[in-house]
């Protein structure tokens, strides 16, 4: 967050002159706006580099994962998870094949039959 300190003024105005119907655009086009976290549609200065944390709930039906779309898949996001968890604290979490397909599994039981129903009904492709 520090490298953006310096452009948060001209940041700050760019969100500011772009409409509400557009802010979408703004965020998955420039990764310094998608930093911002929840300040882009709140405006608070405390929620810079805040995001909102959805539930788990369905969470296999919510492809492309974290909060620019950047991961395709929910095995691929437990792995940069996990990665990235491990390398912030400077601890490795050690998990097996079967540890990590245990934890995607678990995930996919979070999705209710009635969602199901509805993505197959819309033709969503389940991962």
């Known amino acids: 967050?520090?490298?953006?300190?310096?452009?948060?003024?001209?940041?700050?105005?760019r969100i500011a002159r772009t409409q509400a119907a557009e802010l979408d655009d703004l965020i998955t086009s420039d990764p310094e706006v998608a930093a911002l976290g929840r300040f882009?549609?709140?405006?608070?200065?405390r929620d810079i580099g805040k995001f909102r944390t959805p539930t788990l709930r369905n969470v296999a039906l919510t492809a492309p994962y974290m909060h620019d779309g950047s991961i395709p898949t929910l095995r691929q996001a437990?792995?940069?998870?996990?990665?990235?968890?491990?390398?912030r604290s400077?601890?490795?979490?050690?998990?097996?094949?079967?540890?990590?397909?245990?934890?995607?599994s678990f995930l996919?039981?979070?999705?209710?039959?009635?969602?199901?129903?509805?993505?197959?009904?819309v033709q969503f492709k389940l991962e």
């Not at 437990?78 to 390398?87: A, C, G, N």
């Not at 400077?90 to 995607?104: F, N």
């Not at 996919?108 to 509805?118: C, G, K, M, V």
């Open 1 to 13: 967050m520090n490298r953006l300190t310096a452009r948060l003024p001209v940041l700050s105005m």
């Open 40 to 45: 882009v549609t709140t405006r608070n200065p």
């Open 78 to 87: 437990v792995d940069f998870e996990i990665y990235y968890r491990s390398l």
């Open 90 to 104: 400077q601890r490795p979490l050690i998990l097996t094949p079967r540890e990590r397909l245990d934890l995607v």
């Open 108 to 121: 996919d039981s979070l999705t209710s039959p009635a969602a199901i129903d509805f993505a197959k009904m």
